[in-house]
């Protein structure tokens, strides 16, 4: 199971729980009331000083206001539970927990509110466009993962937020004396902490695309930080070898395109759209029709496999498993070491020589499968020297 | 001296240009011409006239010693009677200058002599002249060529398109690449002189060729001679031509798909009419012909069309090209005059079938196209003979098959192919042909049921009639041509199992006869799965379930021990 679906499954848990009245954080047993560190614990939750989603810092931060897009990533029960629905702004929640989001929806039908969407899912891909938010919150949510996958939930933060939008995350410190206590205690819930980052080393992370200010939580071995979005400049230079293409039709963007950055990524075929003044869609459309766009990276090395009638004849399904096995990738696919990538088409027109493929605009004619094979092995030889 | 190396696509791919480069090097100036179409013997290195063949390093440097008229082997390199004669049973109008003069270069293909005649000629007596002639578009339907012209230049407008579908689609199809390699100004003059009849100069005409993006060296033979065109005045603002590169897709070989392609649309047909010539790319008139079809132009208009219609039958004018492929011994292009019979073509310059084979059939007209048997190979070449077996005149593919080749695969094949390539737009052909290739493969491996041929030909019959597009309609043929003449084989397959060609791998078993086996266990070390038992001086078998029919075994025994069944 991946690490936000145990989450989900603990907070599914909890959720149990707390219809039947129970908070989980307050009737702990006694072994756990009994650790030296509980007291300090005690007192931090007891003042409000646990980082947690009800701090009235964030609000003070965010000032959400009317016509504001508000995200709320993990433990999306604020918006029931901590007030968030009298939020002028419009509220969106991501949470990993299925009941919760069920939850939430039964409380948004019941109180008659308006929100901008929930979604059951996990935090680091959401299925939100870029540049979409103008606040957002993800508190108490990372302690549970380790660096990869906070990695990408920056960057999905980063992604869909707009430019100087405000955000406030909050973090463990493992560097604090209090973190075996907490640990314990998460452990006890049953989703252990996972967090693996200093706080040195997570602020190197942050600064690339925030600004940011600390808040540290000792009681509970929590940090708040307050994040503001850089206003990173657009990059003007973005596709500019492509500008004085446009003007040649949509399929001839998309050749230029393609010849110029290998594949047409969906970041490519969004600039695309956005500058032919077409719909993405229409983009998509035209991309996947014709057989010479690829949706996918290449290889440095681009073998065509012919498979026309000549070829067929003579035995181009030998050649094509040929190469299958000296590849190791099916058609359609690039080799892990990125050296070859590898389609069939419909006919090169050398049919004389068949059976043939081509690599990279030269043709390579009457194949046997040892030839195939020779051939891809020399080049192989070529590239990794 | 006159020295030169032929430098086509399939040239190049067979070792031209070393070949070239030891000429170079030693300090002789070798020319380069297209492909001359004995694709069979390439390299091809031409000297005074002579030509020689298959010309590896060593031919090449005989060569250049004869050259500077030094002793030399050359002569072991030199064509053959057997292989002239392939060249002599022609006829090359479109061809006239492929593999002779040099694509590169204006010069060698001269004025454009039948431009200015066109020019002293009204439009309306160019478009006669056309009829005269009786050329039908080469691109395989052979619709009268100076119907669409004048239906263009009667369609009123201040501008006008002239296109070329260079978008050679069809599988097993090569002229139009070989052509506009080997003669690219043959192709500019002919859409001149199309401009000219369809309304230039007054009206504003642009000419577009639509190429195949796959034929990198067309498009840049093409885009030089354009150029050079430009240069010698003959293209200039008032009508220009430009290249446009198509993307891979087979349906855009149909007028209006392509025509959608150009606007930058998904490349799909639209109901006809209203056909190009009244509203075409863009909504204006637009002539669209197909290359072989412009090359041929020229020389109708500097020969006079009479000429050209003293060749070919009542129906068929002039020569075609063609690719042959496949089991033929001297696969390569050829033009052959209207009127000659397949066997001629086969047997004639394609010097039959290779390696002492059976013929079964040949393939005509790509995936729209059918497979014409043995017992019919004395039709004439002809559009209308043609069509009559099932089959059509095509673009000028003919693959041919021989005994190893299993029809109701080639059937699954094709099927496959335009099962890929329908644009979805109709029901019929988007859904139709994916039930028919599950049926057709569903037969390959073995699960052929009773009433398996009469649903392909109900479902092939509904495609015909419920199809938009040319493409749509003529989907089924290659399925009920192969009904048509091989039905035994197909039910070979449902009934009895069987695959006589030994084609499809689920139906054939390897078998060694222990009689003939000495055991010397190459067929045991050869096979990948493991499925050859036996030990030294025992003879060997076939574990059935183990084996993956690659036939690995039976091209390692030298003794014929292993039987294919």
New interface residues.
Partial sequence: MEDFEIVGKSYDKTIELGAKGIDPYKDLPEWIKADPDYPAFERARNDGGDSGSDDPRIKAFLNPSAGERFVDLGCSLNLMLRGYDAWPSEYHGVDVSAKTIELLKGFVAKNNLTVGALINGSLHETPFEADYFDIGACVGSLEYFKKDFVEKALSEFNRILKPSGRFVLDIPNITSPMRRFMNILEEYQGRPDKFDISPDEFEAMLRPFFSFERVDYDGVAMIQYYLTKKEMKKEPNKYKELEPYLESGLIGVLQKAQGLYGWLSEDLLAHVAEKTGQSRAKVYGVATFYAQFRLKPMGRRHILLCQGTACHVNGSAEIEEAVREELGVSEGETTADGIFSYNNVACLGCCSLSPAMMIDGKAYGSLTPGKAKAIIREIRKEETV | MRLSVGRG??G???GADEALNILNEAGLEAGTVGCIGL??L?PIVSLDGELYVKVNKEGAAEIAKAAKGQDNNAKDWLISEGDKAVLAGQQRIALRNCGIINPEELEAYGLYRAYEKALTMSPEAVIEALKTSGLGGRGGAGFPTWFKWDACRKSAGDKKYIICNAD???????MD?ALIEGDPHALIEGMMIAAYAIGHPSAHVEGIVYA?????LAITRLGRAIGQARAAGYLNDSFDIRI???????VCGEETALIA???????MPRLKPPFPAQSGLWGLPTNINNVETYANVPYIILNGPERFAEIGTESSKGTKVF?????IKN??LVEIPMGRSLREVIYGPGGGVRGGKAFKAV?MG?PSGGCIPESLLDTLIDYKALTATGAIMGSG?M?V?DED?CMVD?AR??LD?IC??S?GKCVHCRIGTKRMLEILIRITEGGGEEGDIERLLELGQQIKDGALCGLGQTASNPVLTTIRYFRNEYEDHIAHKKCTAHSCKALIHYEINRDRCVACGLCRKACPAGAVQGAPKVAHSIDQDKCVKCGKCMESCRFGAVLIN
């Fill in positions: 696509s399939c190049i791919a067979a694709c069979y390439e050679e689609g069809d599988p097993g199809a090569f690449r195949r993006a796959e034929y990198p446009k590169e198509g993307a891979g897709a087979f392609s150009i606007e930058g649309e998904r490349g690719a042959l492929t496949g089991k696969g390569g393939q790509g593919g693959v098959m080749t080639m094949f094709f192919f890929k390539e644009c």
